[in-house]
């Protein structure tokens, strides 16, 4: 759907090469919104895919190639929005990883990775892109936290840890700027079937025996009492609901869009 809500401003979504990032950069892009995507993939197929949703959508999109793990890199992906738009009016924070393992049996760079990459890196964006969004006196940040930022499950240690970290940096985020037109709120999907999920999926498939499909229904039924998987598109949605004017007050929600995972 195409709309003019949020054109003349533009939106930094951090892991937009694939899944939900992808997802709220389309939807983000659908109401004018010039995109910097970001994001990890093959070369060739990343300039397809942010030339092609310029195009679809009438905007402008650029793409910066930052490792939301190192710091330095992620400066010069907010210098480069900077200088290329202008600076970021809506920061969508998504960028993100997953290890499942026990504690004990946890790969410590693995747990620095996902502390860097899901919690660290939106402290970085958020502290620069800040600046800016308070001298326009409008902002959006959304985090993509996870019903992992609500509740725990075993063996995510460190992904549970981020979540529950990003949650908490979102209510700080929110009441740092609550007498402004900047908001902060978190986005807490349940299981959406993108690469991450997919390899959950074919993990269980193969320690199981199961086939794809039975896995995937296996891995629903354990927390998802829909049976059905989130979508991008919806996730998409309730971003944009966070940049319409509707959303002018909520401030430091962490929403989640689970399938009734946390209802339980
Ligand atoms: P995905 O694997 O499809 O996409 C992740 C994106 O992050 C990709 O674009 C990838 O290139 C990028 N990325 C990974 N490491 C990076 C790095 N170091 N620097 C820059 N970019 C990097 O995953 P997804 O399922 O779309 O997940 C997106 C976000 O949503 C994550 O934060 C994830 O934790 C969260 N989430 C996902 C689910 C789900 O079920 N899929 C549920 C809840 C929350």
Redesign the pocket.
């Known amino acids: 759907m195409k709309s003019s809500m949020l054109s003349g401003k533009t939106a930094l979504v951090?892991?937009?090469?694939?899944?939900?990032?992808l997802g709220i950069a389309r939807s983000l892009a659908g109401q004018g919104a010039n995109i910097v995507f970001?994001?990890?993939?093959d070369a060739r197929q990343i300039e397809t895919l942010y030339t092609d949703i310029g195009r679809e959508f009438a905007v402008q999109t650029a793409y910066h190639n930052?490792?939301?793990?190192k710091p330095a890199e992620i400066a010069a992906m907010m210098q480069f929005a900077d200088e290329k738009f202008g600076g970021v009016d809506v920061l969508v924070n998504?960028?993100?990883?997953?290890h499942v393992a026990n504690i004990e049996d946890f790969p410590v760079e693995k747990w620095d990775a996902i502390l860097a990459?899901?919690l660290t890196s939106a402290f970085h964006t958020t502290r620069l892109a800040l600046p800016g969004m308070k001298q326009k006196n409008w902002g959006r940040i959304v985090n993509?936290?996870?019903?992992?930022g609500l509740v725990g499950s075993a063996q995510k240690s460190a992904y549970v840890a981020a979540k529950h970290g990003l949650v908490g940096f979102t209510k700080v985020t929110a009441l740092e700027t609550a007498h402004t037109g900047i908001t902060c709120n978190a986005i807490c999907?349940?299981?959406?079937l993108?690469?991450?999920?997919q390899q959950q999926v074919d993990d269980r498939a193969a320690r199981d025996g199961l086939s794809n499909d039975a896995a995937k229904k296996a891995l629903l039924a354990e927390k998802q009492p829909s049976g059905e998987f989130v979508t991008p598109e919806e996730l998409g949605a309730l971003a944009v609901f966070f940049c319409s004017p509707a959303g002018d007050q909520v401030r430091g929600v962490a929403w989640n869009m689970d399938g009734g995972w946390t209802a339980q």
Do not use: C, E
């Open positions: 951090t892991g937009s090469t694939s899944g939900i990032g970001n994001g990890f993939g930052a490792d939301m793990s998504n960028a993100g990883i997953q990459i899901n993509l936290a996870s019903v992992h999907p349940g299981w959406v993108t690469p991450l999920v």
